[in-house]
């Protein structure tokens, strides 16, 4: 089983509608998670970051997170065809080294005109 | 204007020849990381430095070496030892290593010839 598992996609969304993102992960002591957004040829940008049960919203985006269940999601209100990107998920993970930021493959968003 | 910079954006190796990957950050953060991304897979760490004068291997060391003499600069080897260089290098930092998002510099594309 991958540390942090996301349907690679692509996810194809019409423009105006809501798009989610959902991200799995393995270690149940995690603590912290995080959205990164990344456009083809570019490096990731950080578009949300949560830490506790519950929703966190920012503008277009929510991120929701379930400890219990270990996934994390990301929804986009009123898609943009600016949105289409890939979406990468990351977990902190506790490691005999120290905390290691892991990420997920990412998932390939489309939004459509 | 704070940030992260790499240098340089594309760069082109020959067999055999060992280059160096720049990145400087003047957010003023103690940890400084570099990760390799390869096409269809996740962001692989290689290896990180929590402060001047310290740094651990990450995942995919091997074939790779590091300095942190100053609290600025991270810069990243590769050697004729990495036997499939070729990939998107990836810089970031964080305020430290604990559960602090970090943010990405705009990358170096190498390619081996």
């Known amino acids: 089983q991958k540390e942090v598992e996301q349907n690679s996609g692509p996810l194809s969304v019409p423009e105006g509608a809501i798009a989610s993102l959902n991200c799995t992960y393995s270690?149940?002591?995690?603590?912290?998670f995080f959205w990164y957004r990344q456009y083809s040829g570019k490096s990731p940008e950080l578009i949300m970051s949560i830490y506790s049960n519950g929703d966190k919203e920012d503008g277009r985006f929510t991120a929701q997170l379930n400890k219990a269940s270990q996934y994390v999601s990301l929804l986009i209100r009123d898609s943009q065809p600016s949105d289409s990107a890939t979406y990468l998920c990351a977990v902190l993970i506790l490691t005999g080294g120290g905390n290691k930021l892991t990420f997920g493959t990412g998932t390939q968003l489309k939004v459509e005109l | 204007d704070g940030g992260i910079t790499q240098s340089p954006k594309y760069l082109f190796r020959k067999e055999g020849q060992n280059v160096t990957l720049s990145c400087e950050q003047n957010l003023n953060h103690d940890a400084m990381y570099w990760y390799r991304q390869d096409p269809g897979q996740g962001l692989r760490l290689i290896y990180y430095?929590?402060?001047?004068?310290?740094?651990q291997k990450g995942d995919i060391a091997e074939g790779y070496s590091v300095s942190r003499e100053k609290k600025e600069s991270f810069p990243l080897t590769v050697t004729s030892a990495q036997k499939n260089p070729t990939a998107f290098y990836l810089c970031?930092?964080?305020?430290?290593?604990?559960?602090?998002?970090?943010?990405f510099g705009p990358g170096t594309r190498l390619t081996v010839l």
């Open positions: 430095s929590q402060i001047v004068n310290d740094f």
């Open positions: 970031a930092s964080s305020r430290d290593r604990g559960y602090n998002e970090q943010f």
């Open positions: 270690d149940r002591g995690s603590q912290s």
